[in-house]
Protein backbone atom coordinates (compact mmCIF):
# COMPACT_ATOMS: atom_id res chain seq x y z
CA UNK A 1 0.00 0.00 0.00
CA UNK A 2 1.50 3.33 -0.81
CA UNK A 3 3.02 5.74 2.16
CA UNK A 4 4.98 8.47 2.26
CA UNK A 5 8.35 7.70 1.42
CA UNK A 6 10.73 6.44 3.81
CA UNK A 7 13.28 9.51 3.47
CA UNK A 8 10.82 12.49 3.57
CA UNK A 9 9.33 11.03 6.59
CA UNK A 10 12.38 10.87 8.38
CA UNK A 11 13.08 14.47 7.18
CA UNK A 12 9.98 15.53 8.64
CA UNK A 13 10.77 14.01 11.86
CA UNK A 14 13.73 16.11 11.89
CA UNK A 15 12.33 19.31 11.03
CA UNK A 16 9.82 19.19 13.91
CA UNK A 17 12.15 18.28 16.19
CA UNK A 18 14.96 21.24 15.30
CA UNK A 19 11.50 23.61 15.47
CA UNK A 20 11.68 23.43 19.22
CA UNK A 21 15.35 23.58 19.66
CA UNK A 22 17.71 26.10 19.74
CA UNK A 23 20.96 25.22 17.90
CA UNK A 24 23.43 27.46 16.15
CA UNK A 25 22.80 28.78 12.59
CA UNK A 26 23.19 26.00 9.68
CA UNK A 27 23.96 23.38 12.17
CA UNK A 28 20.84 21.64 11.64
CA UNK A 29 21.20 21.65 7.76
CA UNK A 30 24.35 19.86 9.02
CA UNK A 31 23.11 17.23 11.09
CA UNK A 32 20.41 16.55 8.82
CA UNK A 33 22.52 16.19 5.79
CA UNK A 34 23.89 13.01 4.67
CA UNK A 35 27.69 12.93 4.30
CA UNK A 36 28.22 11.05 1.53
CA UNK A 37 25.86 8.18 -0.70
CA UNK A 38 28.09 6.08 -2.92
CA UNK A 39 26.43 3.83 -5.36
CA UNK A 40 28.68 1.41 -7.03
CA UNK A 41 27.90 -1.35 -10.85
CA UNK A 42 29.62 -3.96 -10.70
CA UNK A 43 29.60 -7.25 -12.67
CA UNK A 44 29.82 -10.89 -11.74
CA UNK A 45 30.14 -14.15 -14.00
CA UNK A 46 26.85 -15.99 -13.33
CA UNK A 47 25.42 -18.99 -15.42
CA UNK A 48 27.60 -18.42 -18.30
CA UNK A 49 26.92 -14.33 -18.81
CA UNK A 50 28.07 -11.22 -17.11
CA UNK A 51 25.47 -10.03 -14.78
CA UNK A 52 25.02 -6.74 -12.93
CA UNK A 53 24.03 -5.54 -9.67
CA UNK A 54 23.54 -2.53 -8.24
CA UNK A 55 24.49 -1.18 -4.50
CA UNK A 56 24.62 1.62 -2.01
CA UNK A 57 25.71 2.57 1.40
CA UNK A 58 25.33 5.94 2.61
CA UNK A 59 27.51 7.25 5.23
CA UNK A 60 25.30 9.92 6.98
CA UNK A 61 27.10 11.09 10.22
CA UNK A 62 30.75 10.91 10.63
CA UNK A 63 31.01 13.05 14.39
CA UNK A 64 31.69 9.67 15.91
CA UNK A 65 33.96 6.77 13.98
CA UNK A 66 33.60 4.02 12.80
CA UNK A 67 29.85 4.87 11.56
CA UNK A 68 27.81 1.85 11.76
CA UNK A 69 24.76 0.01 9.86
CA UNK A 70 23.50 -2.80 8.21
CA UNK A 71 23.43 -4.27 4.90
CA UNK A 72 20.31 -5.55 3.22
CA UNK A 73 19.95 -7.12 0.16
CA UNK A 74 15.89 -6.68 -1.22
CA UNK A 75 14.94 -6.81 -4.74
CA UNK A 76 13.40 -2.93 -4.66
CA UNK A 77 16.49 -1.42 -2.48
CA UNK A 78 17.39 1.86 -3.64
CA UNK A 79 19.55 4.89 -2.70
CA UNK A 80 16.67 7.01 -0.51
CA UNK A 81 16.39 4.47 1.74
CA UNK A 82 19.63 3.56 2.53
CA UNK A 83 19.87 7.50 2.83
CA UNK A 84 17.07 7.38 5.44
CA UNK A 85 18.29 4.74 7.13
CA UNK A 86 21.72 6.00 7.64
CA UNK A 87 20.34 8.87 9.35
CA UNK A 88 18.23 6.57 11.60
CA UNK A 89 21.06 4.97 12.62
CA UNK A 90 23.11 8.50 13.88
CA UNK A 91 20.20 9.25 15.54
CA UNK A 92 19.30 5.26 17.52
CA UNK A 93 23.67 5.39 18.31
CA UNK A 94 23.36 8.55 19.58
CA UNK A 95 20.01 7.50 21.61
CA UNK A 96 21.32 4.93 23.31
CA UNK A 97 24.83 5.35 23.98
CA UNK A 98 26.51 3.65 21.39
CA UNK A 99 29.78 5.29 20.16
CA UNK A 100 29.42 5.06 16.57
CA UNK A 101 27.86 7.28 13.32
CA UNK A 102 25.36 5.99 11.35
CA UNK A 103 25.45 4.25 7.97
CA UNK A 104 23.65 1.69 5.84
CA UNK A 105 24.18 -0.44 2.76
CA UNK A 106 22.04 -2.17 0.13
CA UNK A 107 22.15 -4.55 -2.75
CA UNK A 108 19.26 -4.62 -5.58
CA UNK A 109 19.02 -8.47 -5.51
CA UNK A 110 16.57 -10.95 -4.12
CA UNK A 111 18.23 -13.53 -2.53
CA UNK A 112 15.84 -16.44 -3.48
CA UNK A 113 17.05 -16.47 -7.08
CA UNK A 114 20.81 -17.02 -6.66
CA UNK A 115 22.37 -20.75 -5.00
CA UNK A 116 24.37 -20.41 -2.29
CA UNK A 117 27.61 -20.22 -4.05
CA UNK A 118 25.97 -17.70 -6.60
CA UNK A 119 25.46 -15.30 -3.56
CA UNK A 120 29.16 -15.98 -1.97
CA UNK A 121 30.40 -14.40 -5.48
CA UNK A 122 27.94 -11.86 -5.36
CA UNK A 123 28.57 -10.90 -1.53
CA UNK A 124 32.66 -11.25 -2.38
CA UNK A 125 32.77 -8.81 -4.78
CA UNK A 126 30.63 -6.54 -3.39
CA UNK A 127 32.76 -6.46 -0.28
CA UNK A 128 35.45 -5.61 -3.16
CA UNK A 129 33.75 -2.91 -3.93
CA UNK A 130 33.04 -1.08 -0.70
CA UNK A 131 36.38 -2.08 0.51
CA UNK A 132 37.63 0.17 -2.54
CA UNK A 133 36.39 2.92 -1.07
CA UNK A 134 36.71 2.89 2.50
CA UNK A 135 33.28 1.74 3.23
CA UNK A 136 34.06 -1.21 5.12
CA UNK A 137 36.80 -1.66 7.68
CA UNK A 138 37.28 -2.29 11.60
CA UNK A 139 38.01 1.47 12.29
CA UNK A 140 36.00 3.96 9.43
CA UNK A 141 33.00 1.70 8.61
CA UNK A 142 31.61 -1.38 10.34
CA UNK A 143 28.53 -3.24 8.15
CA UNK A 144 25.81 -5.84 9.75
CA UNK A 145 23.06 -7.72 8.88
CA UNK A 146 19.68 -6.76 7.58
CA UNK A 147 16.79 -7.89 5.62
CA UNK A 148 17.82 -10.52 3.25
CA UNK A 149 21.55 -10.66 4.84
CA UNK A 150 22.53 -12.75 8.00
CA UNK A 151 25.55 -14.64 9.83
CA UNK A 152 26.65 -16.31 6.35
CA UNK A 153 26.97 -12.92 4.73
CA UNK A 154 28.76 -11.37 7.10
CA UNK A 155 31.27 -14.53 7.28
CA UNK A 156 32.16 -14.07 3.59
CA UNK A 157 32.48 -10.04 3.80
CA UNK A 158 34.70 -11.00 6.78
CA UNK A 159 36.72 -13.35 4.92
CA UNK A 160 36.88 -11.23 1.64
CA UNK A 161 38.08 -8.23 3.60
CA UNK A 162 40.91 -9.98 5.52
CA UNK A 163 41.90 -11.96 2.01
CA UNK A 164 42.57 -8.00 0.40
CA UNK A 165 43.49 -6.08 3.30
CA UNK A 166 46.38 -7.66 4.04
CA UNK A 167 47.59 -4.69 6.47
CA UNK A 168 44.84 -4.82 9.16
CA UNK A 169 44.86 -9.16 9.26
CA UNK A 170 44.92 -8.34 13.20
CA UNK A 171 41.76 -6.92 13.71
CA UNK A 172 40.16 -7.78 10.35
CA UNK A 173 37.35 -9.57 12.27
CA UNK A 174 36.20 -6.18 13.34
CA UNK A 175 35.35 -4.82 9.94
CA UNK A 176 31.83 -6.72 10.22
CA UNK A 177 29.50 -7.56 13.04
CA UNK A 178 26.29 -10.16 13.36
CA UNK A 179 29.50 -13.21 12.13
CA UNK A 180 29.01 -16.80 13.19
CA UNK A 181 31.01 -17.60 16.41
CA UNK A 182 32.92 -19.63 14.89
CA UNK A 183 34.18 -16.56 12.64
CA UNK A 184 34.49 -13.88 15.75
CA UNK A 185 30.94 -13.57 16.54
CA UNK A 186 29.20 -13.13 19.70
CA UNK A 187 26.31 -15.27 21.69
CA UNK A 188 23.18 -13.16 21.60
CA UNK A 189 23.97 -11.16 18.44
CA UNK A 190 20.60 -12.98 16.42
CA UNK A 191 18.45 -12.57 18.91
CA UNK A 192 19.56 -9.21 19.76
CA UNK A 193 16.77 -6.65 18.19
CA UNK A 194 13.91 -8.80 18.94
CA UNK A 195 15.34 -9.44 22.79
CA UNK A 196 15.61 -5.22 22.43
CA UNK A 197 12.09 -4.82 21.30
CA UNK A 198 10.72 -7.00 24.76
CA UNK A 199 13.18 -4.92 26.50
CA UNK A 200 11.34 -1.60 25.38
CA UNK A 201 8.31 -2.47 25.75
CA UNK A 202 8.79 -3.86 29.03
CA UNK A 203 10.05 -0.72 30.07
CA UNK A 204 7.44 1.11 28.62
CA UNK A 205 5.12 -0.80 30.72
CA UNK A 206 6.72 -0.97 33.96
CA UNK A 207 7.11 3.02 33.25
CA UNK A 208 3.22 3.26 33.50
CA UNK A 209 2.59 0.32 36.18
CA UNK A 210 0.82 -1.77 34.04
CA UNK A 211 1.19 -5.32 33.85
CA UNK A 212 2.99 -7.04 30.61
CA UNK A 213 1.89 -10.42 31.32
CA UNK A 214 -0.88 -11.59 29.69
CA UNK A 215 -0.93 -8.64 27.06
CA UNK A 216 -2.45 -9.82 23.63
CA UNK A 217 0.34 -9.09 20.93
CA UNK A 218 0.24 -9.37 16.94
CA UNK A 219 3.60 -9.22 15.05
CA UNK A 220 4.27 -8.24 11.64
CA UNK A 221 6.79 -10.04 10.22
CA UNK A 222 8.20 -13.35 11.34
CA UNK A 223 11.75 -13.15 10.45
CA UNK A 224 14.49 -13.05 12.80
CA UNK A 225 13.85 -9.76 14.57
CA UNK A 226 9.71 -10.79 14.92
CA UNK A 227 9.92 -14.01 15.46
CA UNK A 228 12.69 -13.59 18.47
CA UNK A 229 10.63 -10.69 19.61
CA UNK A 230 7.45 -13.68 19.77
CA UNK A 231 9.44 -16.19 21.62
CA UNK A 232 10.62 -14.00 24.45
CA UNK A 233 7.42 -11.87 25.11
CA UNK A 234 5.79 -15.09 25.44
CA UNK A 235 8.51 -17.36 27.33
CA UNK A 236 9.80 -14.62 29.49
CA UNK A 237 7.20 -11.94 29.82
CA UNK A 238 4.07 -13.99 29.56
CA UNK A 239 2.63 -11.95 26.69
CA UNK A 240 0.18 -14.21 24.90
CA UNK A 241 0.90 -13.82 20.92
CA UNK A 242 -2.64 -14.36 19.38
CA UNK A 243 -1.53 -13.09 15.85
CA UNK A 244 1.60 -13.63 13.68
CA UNK A 245 0.91 -11.78 9.67
CA UNK A 246 3.48 -12.62 6.70
CA UNK A 247 2.88 -11.93 2.81
CA UNK A 248 1.96 -15.56 2.84
CA UNK A 249 -1.37 -14.96 4.86
CA UNK A 250 -1.83 -15.23 9.12
CA UNK A 251 -2.20 -17.36 11.66
CA UNK A 252 -4.70 -16.04 14.63
CA UNK A 253 -5.28 -17.63 18.14
CA UNK A 254 -6.58 -15.69 20.77
CA UNK A 255 -5.61 -18.36 23.71
CA UNK A 256 -1.96 -17.66 22.45
CA UNK A 257 0.07 -19.30 19.48
CA UNK A 258 2.26 -22.22 20.81
CA UNK A 259 5.71 -20.10 19.28
CA UNK A 260 8.55 -22.73 19.90
CA UNK A 261 6.21 -25.05 17.56
CA UNK A 262 5.79 -22.88 15.14
CA UNK A 263 9.31 -22.09 15.15
CA UNK A 264 10.26 -25.65 14.91
CA UNK A 265 7.73 -26.13 11.90
CA UNK A 266 9.48 -23.16 9.83
CA UNK A 267 12.82 -24.46 10.52
CA UNK A 268 11.72 -27.26 9.06
CA UNK A 269 11.18 -26.27 6.21
CA UNK A 270 7.22 -25.67 7.20
CA UNK A 271 4.46 -23.03 5.83
CA UNK A 272 2.23 -20.80 7.59
CA UNK A 273 -0.53 -22.31 5.95
CA UNK A 274 0.27 -26.05 7.66
CA UNK A 275 1.16 -24.66 11.28
CA UNK A 276 0.68 -26.73 14.23
CA UNK A 277 -0.95 -23.75 15.93
CA UNK A 278 -3.17 -21.33 14.97
CA UNK A 279 -5.89 -20.49 12.35
CA UNK A 280 -4.41 -20.16 9.11
CA UNK A 281 -6.10 -17.07 6.94
CA UNK A 282 -4.83 -16.04 3.43
CA UNK A 283 -2.92 -12.63 2.91
CA UNK A 284 -5.53 -9.34 3.84
CA UNK A 285 -4.56 -6.12 4.05
CA UNK A 286 -7.08 -5.98 7.69
CA UNK A 287 -4.93 -8.16 9.47
CA UNK A 288 -3.02 -5.40 10.59
CA UNK A 289 -5.74 -4.19 12.05
CA UNK A 290 -7.00 -6.89 14.11
CA UNK A 291 -7.98 -6.38 17.70
CA UNK A 292 -5.09 -6.59 20.29
CA UNK A 293 -3.44 -4.86 22.81
CA UNK A 294 0.12 -4.14 21.63
CA UNK A 295 1.37 -4.66 17.47
CA UNK A 296 4.97 -4.97 16.92
CA UNK A 297 5.34 -4.28 12.99
CA UNK A 298 8.86 -6.05 12.42
CA UNK A 299 8.59 -6.19 8.77
CA UNK A 300 9.02 -3.64 6.11
CA UNK A 301 8.79 0.60 6.09
CA UNK A 302 5.60 1.88 5.59
CA UNK A 303 3.29 -0.67 6.81
CA UNK A 304 0.97 1.79 8.56
CA UNK A 305 -0.15 4.83 6.52
CA UNK A 306 -2.66 7.64 6.65
CA UNK A 307 -5.10 4.67 4.26
CA UNK A 308 -4.92 2.17 7.66
CA UNK A 309 -4.06 4.74 10.75
CA UNK A 310 -7.99 4.78 11.46
CA UNK A 311 -8.13 1.45 11.66
CA UNK A 312 -5.40 -0.10 13.52
CA UNK A 313 -6.99 -1.31 17.21
CA UNK A 314 -3.99 -1.98 18.88
CA UNK A 315 -3.36 0.30 21.71
CA UNK A 316 0.39 0.24 21.72
CA UNK A 317 2.71 0.43 19.02
CA UNK A 318 6.46 -1.01 19.19
CA UNK A 319 7.99 -0.39 15.49
CA UNK A 320 10.68 -2.90 15.84
CA UNK A 321 11.00 -2.43 11.42
CA UNK A 322 12.75 0.71 10.30
CA UNK A 323 10.11 3.12 9.83
CA UNK A 324 6.91 0.80 9.84
CA UNK A 325 4.91 3.87 10.14
CA UNK A 326 5.00 7.11 8.26
CA UNK A 327 4.85 10.93 9.32
CA UNK A 328 0.99 11.12 7.82
CA UNK A 329 -0.21 7.80 10.06
CA UNK A 330 1.90 8.89 13.02
CA UNK A 331 0.47 11.75 13.58
CA UNK A 332 -3.10 10.21 13.40
CA UNK A 333 -1.76 7.76 15.67
CA UNK A 334 -0.62 10.10 18.07
CA UNK A 335 -4.25 12.34 18.13
CA UNK A 336 -5.70 9.31 18.83
CA UNK A 337 -3.64 8.38 22.12
CA UNK A 338 -1.98 5.37 20.85
CA UNK A 339 1.23 5.04 22.10
CA UNK A 340 4.31 4.46 20.28
CA UNK A 341 7.70 3.57 20.97
CA UNK A 342 9.94 4.78 18.23
CA UNK A 343 12.06 2.25 15.84
CA UNK A 344 15.37 4.43 17.15
CA UNK A 345 14.95 3.24 20.34
CA UNK A 346 12.77 0.18 20.25
CA UNK A 347 14.49 -1.86 17.57
CA UNK A 348 18.49 -0.50 18.86
CA UNK A 349 19.33 -4.14 20.34
CA UNK A 350 21.03 -5.46 17.35
CA UNK A 351 23.34 -2.01 16.94
CA UNK A 352 24.18 -2.51 21.20
CA UNK A 353 25.19 -5.79 20.71
CA UNK A 354 26.69 -5.13 17.73
CA UNK A 355 28.80 -2.43 19.45
CA UNK A 356 29.84 -5.93 22.18
CA UNK A 357 30.75 -7.59 19.57
CA UNK A 358 32.59 -4.86 17.72
CA UNK A 359 34.96 -4.32 21.16
CA UNK A 360 35.15 -8.37 21.80
CA UNK A 361 36.94 -8.65 18.90
CA UNK A 362 38.76 -5.36 18.79
CA UNK A 363 40.48 -6.73 22.21
CA UNK A 364 40.37 -9.91 20.69
CA UNK A 365 39.60 -11.16 24.72
CA UNK A 366 35.88 -13.25 25.71
CA UNK A 367 33.47 -11.15 27.61
CA UNK A 368 34.00 -12.60 31.80
CA UNK A 369 37.51 -14.23 31.16
CA UNK A 370 39.55 -11.61 33.41
CA UNK A 371 36.90 -11.41 35.95
CA UNK A 372 35.55 -14.98 36.44
CA UNK A 373 38.10 -16.44 38.70
CA UNK A 374 38.15 -13.89 40.96
CA UNK A 375 34.03 -13.82 40.78
CA UNK A 376 33.83 -17.27 42.29
CA UNK A 377 36.08 -16.67 45.14
CA UNK A 378 34.29 -13.72 46.35
CA UNK A 379 30.89 -15.57 46.04
CA UNK A 380 32.52 -18.49 47.62
CA UNK A 381 33.96 -16.41 50.39
CA UNK A 382 30.55 -14.91 50.77
CA UNK A 383 28.70 -18.38 51.14
CA UNK A 384 31.51 -19.50 53.71
CA UNK A 385 30.73 -16.60 55.82
CA UNK A 386 26.93 -16.91 56.03
CA UNK A 387 27.83 -20.64 56.90
CA UNK A 388 29.62 -19.25 59.80
CA UNK A 389 27.43 -16.96 61.00
CA UNK A 390 23.96 -18.41 60.40
CA UNK A 391 25.82 -22.79 61.43
CA UNK A 392 23.69 -24.05 58.64
CA UNK A 393 25.12 -25.06 55.20
CA UNK A 394 24.01 -23.55 52.16
CA UNK A 395 22.84 -26.21 49.47
CA UNK A 396 25.21 -27.37 46.98
CA UNK A 397 22.94 -26.02 44.26
CA UNK A 398 22.42 -22.54 45.30
CA UNK A 399 26.21 -22.30 46.10
CA UNK A 400 27.20 -23.44 42.93
CA UNK A 401 24.61 -20.76 41.43
CA UNK A 402 26.29 -18.29 43.40
CA UNK A 403 29.91 -19.14 42.30
CA UNK A 404 28.44 -19.31 38.65
CA UNK A 405 29.86 -16.44 37.04
CA UNK A 406 28.09 -15.09 33.99
CA UNK A 407 28.41 -16.29 30.51
CA UNK A 408 28.94 -14.55 27.66
CA UNK A 409 25.79 -14.90 26.86
CA UNK A 410 24.72 -13.95 30.18
CA UNK A 411 26.75 -10.88 30.18
CA UNK A 412 25.40 -9.88 26.74
CA UNK A 413 21.89 -9.59 27.62
CA UNK A 414 22.27 -7.87 31.07
CA UNK A 415 24.13 -5.12 29.01
CA UNK A 416 21.58 -4.76 26.25
CA UNK A 417 18.75 -4.91 28.56
CA UNK A 418 20.34 -2.26 31.09
CA UNK A 419 20.97 0.30 28.22
CA UNK A 420 17.68 -0.46 26.34
CA UNK A 421 16.17 0.28 29.42
CA UNK A 422 17.96 3.52 30.42
CA UNK A 423 17.61 4.85 26.65
CA UNK A 424 13.43 4.14 26.84
CA UNK A 425 13.65 6.26 30.47
CA UNK A 426 15.43 9.14 28.96
CA UNK A 427 12.83 9.37 26.05
CA UNK A 428 10.23 9.15 28.84
CA UNK A 429 11.79 11.60 30.66
CA UNK A 430 12.35 13.96 28.41
CA UNK A 431 8.73 14.14 27.07
CA UNK A 432 7.82 14.15 30.81
CA UNK A 433 10.01 17.89 31.08
CA UNK A 434 8.88 19.22 27.99
CA UNK A 435 5.04 17.93 27.40
CA UNK A 436 4.77 20.24 24.17
CA UNK A 437 7.31 17.75 22.39
CA UNK A 438 3.89 15.44 22.42
CA UNK A 439 5.71 11.71 21.90
CA UNK A 440 8.39 9.44 22.87
CA UNK A 441 9.12 9.62 19.10
CA UNK A 442 10.27 13.82 19.01
CA UNK A 443 11.77 13.21 22.55
CA UNK A 444 14.17 10.35 21.56
CA UNK A 445 14.60 12.95 18.10
CA UNK A 446 15.44 15.76 20.35
CA UNK A 447 18.08 13.73 22.56
CA UNK A 448 19.84 12.28 19.61
CA UNK A 449 20.13 15.20 17.78
CA UNK A 450 21.52 16.98 21.22
CA UNK A 451 24.06 14.05 21.12
CA UNK A 452 24.85 14.50 17.56
CA UNK A 453 25.06 18.72 18.09
CA UNK A 454 27.49 18.21 21.41
CA UNK A 455 29.79 16.14 19.13
CA UNK A 456 30.13 18.68 16.33
CA UNK A 457 30.16 21.46 18.67
CA UNK A 458 33.23 19.56 20.44
CA UNK A 459 35.01 19.24 17.08
CA UNK A 460 35.18 22.89 16.44
CA UNK A 461 32.02 22.58 13.51
Given at each position: MPGTNVLDSVGSQFDTAFSGMELAKGLPERIRATNSLYQVTFGVRLRGELVSFTGWRAVHSEHLEPVKGGIRYAPDANGDEVEALAALMTLKCALVGVPFGGSKGALRIDPDEWSELELEKITRRFTQELARRGLISPGRNVPAPDMGTGEREMAWMADEYR???????????????????SRGGIAGRTEATGRGVAYALSEHYAAQGRRLKGERVIVQGFGNVGSHAALILSGEFGCKITGIIEREGSLFCEGGLNIPALLAHRSGGGSLATSPTGRFSPPEPEALCSDCD???????????????????????????????????????????????????CANAGGVIVSYFEWV?????????????????????HVADLIEGLTRQAIPCEVRSELAESGSELDLVRSGLEDMMRAAYRRMAARLQEQPELRSLRQAGYVLAIEEVAGAYRDLGI
Open positions: RISPLETLNAAACVTGKPLVLIPAAMENAITAENAESIRAKVIVEAANGPIDAAADALLQDRGVEIIPDLKNLTHMPFGLMERRISQRRFG
